[in-house]
T-cell receptor, first 116, second 110 residues
Framework: EPEVTQTPSHQVTQMGQEVILRCVPISNHLYFYWYRQILGQKVEFLVSFYNNEISEKSEIFDDQFSVERPDGSNFTLKIRSTKLEDSAMYFC??????????????FGPGTRLTVL | QKEVEQNSGPLSVPEGAIASLNCTYSDRGSQSFFWYRQYSGKSPELIMFIYSNGDKEDGRFTAQLNKASQYVSLLIRDSQPSDSATYLCAVRGGGFKTIFGAGTRLFVKA
């Protein structure tokens, strides 16, 4: 069964460093998402991406964050200068249908980001 | 601020019983409603989605939606120990942003 994959599974970085989290969505999916979940807290929407551009973003997704689909398979989240409060689990998700219709998002296993 | 509220639990039910999980949401413009299951340390897994008022059944799961009351519920029949997890209610308006509740922890006692 196709699945969303994410690398690395765990990333440790120093405050102020840049990190890139990588995702490979399911191959025929057209909509891509990043979420984060701080330990013990809610899953929070960060950004959605369709047709090579951001379709919607949350207040969390400020200028420190960017997303890119550098090739036909990868979808990346970059955090330019990490802060302690960026420590969280980051989930990538993908879906095939228009979000206004029958949309099933498949989540990847997540990348745990630890900022020291 | 659009909110999705859930009782954090834990909700404890014996094996074979019906577990009832509830969720309320603040945005009347919400259009799509989802229930996810999340095991500790794992990613959310979609159980069901519902768009229209009423009930939707899928195996042991039934989702119920009442848009007038801004209320969504999930019933799990014949609960099994493997159902023990955190259940996340999620809501979406007409766009791409999905808002999640904090989740209800369910324990099914063998």
């Amino acid at each position: 069964e196709p699945e969303v994959t994410q690398t690395p599974s765990h990333q440790v970085t120093q405050m102020g460093q840049e990190v890139i989290l990588r995702c490979v969505p399911i191959s025929n999916h057209l909509y891509f998402y990043w979420y984060r979940q701080i330990l013990g807290q809610k899953v929070e929407f960060l950004v959605s991406f369709y047709n090579n551009e951001i379709s919607e973003k949350s207040e969390i997704f400020d200028d420190q964050f960017s997303v890119e689909r550098p090739d036909g398979s990868n979808f990346t989240l970059k955090i330019r200068s990490t802060k302690l409060e960026d420590s969280a689990m980051y989930f990538c998700a993908s879906s095939v249908f228009d979000p206004g219709g029958a949309d099933t998002q498949y989540f990847g296993p997540g990348t745990r980001l630890t900022v020291l | 601020q659009k909110e999705v509220e859930q009782n954090s639990g834990p909700l404890s039910v014996p094996e074979g019983a019906i577990a009832s999980l509830n969720c309320t949401y603040s945005d009347r413009g919400s259009q799509s409603f989802f229930w996810y299951r999340q095991y500790s340390g794992k990613s959310p897994e979609l159980i069901m989605f519902i768009y229209s008022n009423g009930d939707k059944e899928d195996g042991r799961f039934t989702a119920q939606l009442n848009k007038a009351s801004q209320y969504v519920s999930l019933l799990i029949r014949d609960s099994q120990p493997s159902d023990s997890a955190t259940y996340l209610c999620a809501v979406r308006g007409g766009g791409f942003k999905t808002i999640f509740g904090a989740g209800t922890r369910l324990f099914v006692k063998a």
